[in-house]
């Protein structure tokens, strides 16, 4: 079975180098969520297909060249993968705006750059990677070596389906490990063409494996098989624990990346025509359907109105459309499923006392998308940050002013949260922000800017927004085992 491309796009599971129907045939609809258009029809894995195509990743880590291959041979090769997703970015991209509804403009400037770099990124990291040395003295020396794990298992959800499953992917096969992939449901499109990616790079057969399929089921299967060793996971922090307590008795080592409800705290020292701007792709970019989204905008009240006057214009100004016309600014929401539980949102909103001021409905839009689920950007203000729109991550273009007086009051706002992935802070005092930066518990802190991202950093959540960090030497060492070899000189 080929990866074949017709109006309605047949896609297998991704097995040994060899795109497979699953075992019973059965399969799976994906629909376009710009006009509920049926897209695709995918093999849905089975539990023989995974165990399949986990007992095909331990092969070939056993006894496949990929483990044991040079580092310049196994990098030269991800280089090529990266050039090859260049080569096939407007492709990529046209899939995630099909699937996902994320507009084609943005996803091919610069989603689909990131995940090659993402690839490029680990193969120049492993190469320049050294070791430690501990000499004793004339009698015995020690040094370090840094060995894969063996298999794992990458789950990424929908909202950035191609460039999450790269930036795991990346330092998992740098490493030396074999893959098995579950991309979400929902988005199945672009991450199924990595198993032809890889194969034109060179990649050995059995080092990527793709199984689709539902979470509770497929995904299920894949984090609990004895042959997986170790779990790179980007989702909610529901489905966090799952893979957490599924994964014990085969004691997987785990990395998860989970969600957030950010705040993004505007001083009134802070330069308006910058945070404005940056807000708004904060509050919505992807349609709000971002982890790091500043959800929850915490404003000096002596800046209120301007701020909100401002924010509000900008918000309205957004262009919600086809995904794949050039100029929109938002698409629609991923599913209709996803839909409802944005929606449900205006409901507690207002049994919560929020005030509107823009949004809560679909846009008016041209026919051809009326089937689709999109919404208007969407600004509340509220004061009771223990509100649930102000504490559950909602995953839409829907955000929450809250208004406060003093510095003190903003942090205690924005901690104010199970969640600890990302905050944001709009000052000009240096002081003030190096104190807020120092005081926020979550893994990074935009100063003056949002979602600047260094690959070189450690990416990752405080409290319920993630187990360990990505990014750099963070990844390497979830993706590798590091041995201490003692030789007696003597
Ligand atoms: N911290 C970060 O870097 C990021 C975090 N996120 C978070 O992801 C979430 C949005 O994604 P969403 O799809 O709703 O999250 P889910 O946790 O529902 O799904 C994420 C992935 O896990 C799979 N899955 C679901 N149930 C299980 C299970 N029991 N065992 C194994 N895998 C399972 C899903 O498959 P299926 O879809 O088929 O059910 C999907 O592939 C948000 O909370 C968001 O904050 C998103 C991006 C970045
Ligand atoms: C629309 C892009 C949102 C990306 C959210 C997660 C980012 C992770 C990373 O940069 O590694």
Known sequence: MSNVKTDIREIGLYINGKYVPAHDEGTFDVTNPATQEHIARVSEATEEDVDYACQAAREAFENGPWRTMSVQERTEKLRKMADIIIERKEEIARYDAMD???????????????????????????????????????????????????????????????????????????????????????????????????????????VVNIVQGQGSTVGTAVTTHPEVDLVSFTGSTATGKKILKGGADTLKKVSFELGGKAANIIFEDADL???????????????????????????????????????????????????????????????????NKVTSYFDIAEEEGATLICGGKRPDLPDHLANGYYLEPTLYIHDDSKSRICQEE???????????????????????????????????????????????????????????????????????SGIGREGGEHSMEFFTEAKNICIALQ
């Not at 840094?146 to 460039?163: H, K, L, R, S």
């Not at 349609?287 to 929850?296: D, F, T």
């Open 273 to 339: 025509d910058k945070a404005v701007p940056s807000s708004i792709r904060a509050a919505f970019m992807n349609s709000g359907q971002v982890c790091l989204a500043g959800s929850r905008i915490l404003v000096q009240r002596s800046i209120f109105d301007k701020f909100l006057e401002k924010f509000k214009n900008a918000a309205m100004d957004l262009k919600v459309g086809d995904p794949q016309e050039k100029g929109t600014d938002m698409g629609p929401l991923v599913s209709k499923e996803h839909y």
């Open 100 to 206: 996902v509804g994320k507009p084609y403009e943005s996803t091919v400037a610069h989603e689909i750059g990131r995940a090659a770099n993402n690839i490029r990124f680990f193969a120049d990291f492993v190469e320049k990677q050294g070791g430690e040395t501990y000499p004793m003295g004339e009698e015995y020396l020690n040094y370090t070596r840094y060995e894969p794990v063996g298999v794992a298992t990458i789950i990424t959800p929908w909202n950035v389906p191609f460039m999450l499953t790269t930036w795991k992917l990346g330092p998992c096969l740098a490493a030396g490990n074999t893959a098995v992939i579950k991309p979400a449901e929902n988005t199945p499109l672009s991450v199924s063409l990595l198993g032809e990616i890889a194969k034109e790079a060179g990649i050995p057969d059995g």
């Open 394 to 464: 909602i995953f839409g273009p829907v955000v929450t002013l809250i208004p406060f007086d003093t510095e003190e009051e903003a942090l205690q706002i924005a901690n104010d949260t199970d969640y600890g992935l990302n905050g944001v802070v709009w000052t000009e005092n240096l002081q003030r922000a190096h104190r807020i930066s120092h005081n926020v518990r979550a893994g990074t802190i935009w100063v003056n800017c949002w979602f600047v991202r260094d690959l070189r950093a450690p990416f990752g959540g405080f409290k319920k």
